[in-house]
């Protein structure tokens, strides 16, 4: 198992360049489903959960081709509509070929995804949605089970809390049903949005995407497209992250700056300089005189969950109290312990952690539980005296692409063993 070995104590400076979304990637390669053409995705990034996604859908019976610049997916045929267990229990997010598989062939067979690290993840609000589309949903031997053999027909859906996949699963199902569907209570994070403009691209009508309400008219059949994934929002964020714990001046370049607003204000009133200097350009200047800062994780366009690990890690060298909570899942603070480990002075409350600062971090040898958890341990060892080692950093590569190249061209002392 590879594990990250990292001196800190070093400022990062430079410049350091953001990936396509690992996020809005997922359910785009879900969307090439829903035709028998050709779909072109540019800035896929090559981690762990994509590869794990397009082998998904070659087992469903998609051709997929990967060039440097592009993922090129073919679904001329729906071989066998299933998402097996195996490869769901490494990721959940291939709950997202639900709503394309019944769309497209009429029924699904996906493994129930079971939880994760961070909580229990169930979909009962995905499969809600698609039973009011006129989906027939039944759960045996930790499969999920759908059929639509007339096909779906549009309807108003109203989601009882706000769910991201859930919100693009159904999208997903919508674009090819008889009639109008309405999504309320939608979710608002960018990556829905980017979906959408694939989709619409692809033929699909819909409206109002990135809002709480998306209007939808189905279509007879969608086509393929090109389409270029937007920036990920929550790399970008990590970044800028190491840049101020480690009392450096980073410019993260091939960002959106405007999806990073709660972050941003966030950091502001921690006291760091963080400004937008051109198109996709943010630049980050650390101060010595890092303040706390209370924060709480919402639905965007609040303060993301997956960036509440990193902000943890930097709350430890902020002078005063931090109180961090988090709304989204109920199991999203192993990072803590870790970060106890190394010397900071965390106490959690249910869904909230309080951080006391600032602390003097000294390396040690840490394991990674989760992926946004792993980023945090990277960024307290980035500044942290000493030598720190951290295991299971395949956690990491899920959603980070070569995250120890990157950092190492900014002058962090990282290799991977
Ligand atoms: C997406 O997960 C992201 N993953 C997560 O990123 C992200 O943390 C999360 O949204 C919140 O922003 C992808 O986009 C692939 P949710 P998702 O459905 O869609 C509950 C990362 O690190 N819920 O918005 O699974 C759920 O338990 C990952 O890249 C239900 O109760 O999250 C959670 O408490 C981690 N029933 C809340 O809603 C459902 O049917 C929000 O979950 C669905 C969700």
Known sequence: MDKFVIKGGVALHGEIATGGAKNSALPALAAALLTAETVTLRRIPQVRDIRTMQELIESIGARVEVT????????????SPEAPYELVKTMRASS??????VARAGRARVSLPGGCAIGARPVDLHLAGLEQLGARIHQVHGYIEAEAPG?????????????????????MAAVLARGETVIENAAREPEVLDLA??????????EGAGGSTIRIQGVEKLGGAEHTIIGDRIEAGTFLVAGAITGGELTVTDCVPEHLGAPIAKMRQAGITIEQTGPGELRVRGTRALRSADMTTEEYPGFPTDLQAQYMALMTQAEGIAIVKENI??????HAQELARMGANIRLDGRQAIVAGPRDLSGAQVIASDLRASASLVLAALAARG????????????????IEEKLAGVGAQIRRE
């Open 329 to 334: 899942f109920e199991n999203r603070f192993m």
């Open 151 to 171: 096909g779906l027909r549009g309807a108003t859906i109203h989601f009882d809390r706000v769910t991201v996949t859930g919100t693009e699963d159904l999208m």
């Open 96 to 101: 997202l070929v639900l709503g394309p598989l």
């Open 197 to 206: 403009e694939l989709l619409i691209r692809m033929g699909a009508k819909i």
């Open 68 to 79: 440097n610049d592009a993922v090129r997916v073919e679904a001329r045929t729906i071989v």
């Open 387 to 402: 030598e720190t080692t951290i295991d299971r950093v395949y956690h990491i590569d899920r959603g980070y692409e070569k």
